[in-house]
């Protein structure tokens, strides 16, 4: 239902964009909030970001914030992460989900309903 794209290995400092287009939601896609989440190997998965429904608020863990952007095009049903100046500890595999978490629970995994696949991320030189 959840459909994750855009991964790829790129230099430090450059950019990527990941995409999620949704299908198949229960309820319309503009109803959800909509997360990325990252796990490396040996790490635990890790919130990155997500834009919630209302407004469009966008929320980001500190380690990402000011470089990383999360939108969303509900005309697509598809949301995206805009990654800048990628490091190497950004390399990950990238998941998107999709639920209804209230505010202060946005960056718990178990809070999401709906997961994608997994995009592979890796930044090397």
């Known amino acids: 239902q959840l459909q994750a794209s855009g991964g790829g290995l790129v230099r430090p400092g450059e950019s990527l964009r990941l995409s999620c287009e949704a299908s198949?939601?229960?309820?319309?896609?503009?109803?959800?909030?909509i997360a990325w989440f990252r796990q490396a190997p040996g790490k635990e998965r890790e919130f990155a970001g997500c834009?919630?429904?209302?407004?469009?608020?966008?929320y980001y863990a500190d380690s990402v914030k000011c470089r990383f952007t999360v939108s969303r095009d509900n005309a697509k049903n598809t949301a995206y992460l805009q990654m800048n100046i990628l490091k190497p500890e950004d390399s990950a595999v990238y998941y998107c989900?999709?639920?209804?978490?209230?505010?202060?629970?946005?960056?718990?995994?178990?809070?999401?309903?709906?997961w994608g696949q997994g995009t592979q991320v890796t930044v090397s030189s």
């Open positions: 198949g939601l229960p309820s319309s896609f503009s109803s959800y909030t």
């Open positions: 834009i919630r429904t209302s407004g469009g608020s966008t």
């Open positions: 989900a999709a639920g209804r978490p209230a505010l202060p629970a946005v960056t718990s995994d178990n809070m999401y309903y709906y």
